[in-house]
């Protein structure tokens, strides 16, 4: 009888126990349809950043365009809630620049001669600055070990001031937010910048449990 | 003598009680940290399970409602490619060429165009066998001509190729001459295909058709 009673006992707080997991999932499941949802019913592209299943993913309509595999994300400080942002700049040590096409050497070189801005011109460091001051740094994996082998002396002198960076944001500077994500080739952190264009909303998914 | 012995204990000191402050401080700032992400994540009061599964099966139909109907076309301009899909399957993928993002100035006005490819989504909003291209200012400014009065004087026809899809504004899909131009940023904001894969897009996509452009 007593053994009844503990079997039905551990029965039931173990079906509890998972119904609200079931419900909590749920939530958090609706708040992110919910808030892809404004975002899909424009006639925009917009980027989600799924930390919890590390991709970045561009889509318009709900549609998967394009995705990038993160390697490494790591968020300093504020956990971010679930609603869309902005990207309002990115900023990276050398930023390609738009070629003027000048009408007076048009007969010298023709019209067709190849001088555009691409996606192989982008950087693959670099770092995007949202709304609410959240600062994201992508870098690339593959970069940052060669680049660390190759300039040691400059990959200290970075990382040191990087961390530092990081202590006095958290420390005087409790508004802004740090996030780094690195990708795992040059190539793609490139083709993500080229993608990214500034006034462009997106999501940011943090885990939530 | 003595004093000097006392200087790196005064000095590493000094720094200590910097390193010590600075480190209550984040430890503060991260406690206001890790109270502002509890009140992200935390559900207080969760709604029964059966609203919550209804408001999941809804959401879901409203983004499915969303997602574009019967063939749309996807393209990608940082790696050139277009690709044409029905629901989840893909129909086709073929190399294009997209804008150059170059700048021209008209060195006689105000005017300036800048050569990038639209971004977002638009739709097939006519389809043309055949196309003329009617030169606009900016073709006869590149060059350096002048920019003609007479609506004849900028009609050229074969440069275009086949077929046309124009998606609005003066933008279309179409053909090139300059196939080895394929797969780099070099037009003036069209998207230019190769022969085999317009005739492909043409014949499968229709006026109303989604075009995605990222």
């Known amino acids: ?209 | 003598m003595t004093n000097k012995k006392f200087v790196p204990w005064v000095l590493s000191g000094l720094v200590s009680l910097v390193l010590i402050g600075a480190a209550s401080v984040v430890m503060v700032r991260q406690r206001q940290v890790r109270v502002e992400r509890q009140s992200y994540v935390s559900a207080p009061a969760l709604p029964a399970l059966k609203a919550l599964k209804a408001k999941s099966r809804e959401l879901a139909g409203q983004l499915r409602r969303n997602a574009p109907q019967g063939v749309y076309i996807i393209i990608d301009t940082g790696q050139n490619i277009l690709t044409m899909k029905r629901g989840d399957k893909v129909l086709r993928r073929g190399i294009v060429s997209t804008g150059s993002g170059n700048v021209l100035e008209d060195p006689n006005g105000r005017r300036s165009w800048v050569f990038d490819t639209p971004r977002g989504v638009f739709s097939v909003k006519a389809m043309i066998r055949d196309p003329y291209w009617v030169r606009p200012d900016w073709a006869f400014i590149e060059e350096g001509k002048p920019v003609p009065k007479r609506l004849d004087e900028r009609v050229e026809g074969g440069v275009l190729g086949e077929y046309a899809l124009s998606f609005g504004n003066g933008f279309f899909i179409h053909g090139t001459l300059y196939t080895r131009m394929l797969g780099r940023n070099v037009t003036h904001g069209c998207v230019r295909v190769g022969d085999a894969d317009l005739e492909a897009v043409y014949k499968t996509a229709s006026v109303g058709s989604k075009i995605i452009i990222f």
């Open chain 1, 1 to 209: 009888m007593k053994k009844a009673l503990l079997t039905a006992l551990i029965g039931v707080t173990l079906g509890l126990s998972l119904a609200s997991d079931e419900r909590s999932q749920l939530f958090w499941h609706n708040k992110k349809a919910e808030a892809e949802l404004a975002l899909a019913e424009t006639n925009a592209v917009y980027f989600v950043i799924d930390a919890a299943n590390s991709v970045i993913q561009f889509k318009a309509k709900g549609v998967v365009l394009k995705e990038w595999k993160m390697v490494r994300f790591s968020c300093r400080a504020l956990a971010w809630p679930i609603v869309s942002t902005t990207l309002v700049s990115k900023q990276a040590i050398v930023v390609p620049k738009r070629k003027h096409i000048d009408p007076k050497k048009a007969e010298e070189i023709g019209s067709y001669e190849l001088s555009a801005l691409e996606a192989k011109d982008m950087p693959a460091d670099y770092v995007l600055t949202l709304e609410n001051d959240l600062k994201i740094h992508i870098s690339s994996q593959k970069e940052k070990l060669l680049s660390f082998l190759s300039h040691w002396e400059l990959s200290l002198q970075q990382g040191i001031f990087e961390e530092a960076q990081s202590v006095w944001w958290a420390a005087f500077k409790p508004g802004a937010r740090v996030m780094r994500i690195s990708l795992v080739e040059p190539v793609d952190a490139g083709t993500l910048c080229w993608s990214f264009s500034n006034g462009m909303k997106g999501l940011i998914l943090l885990k939530t449990d």
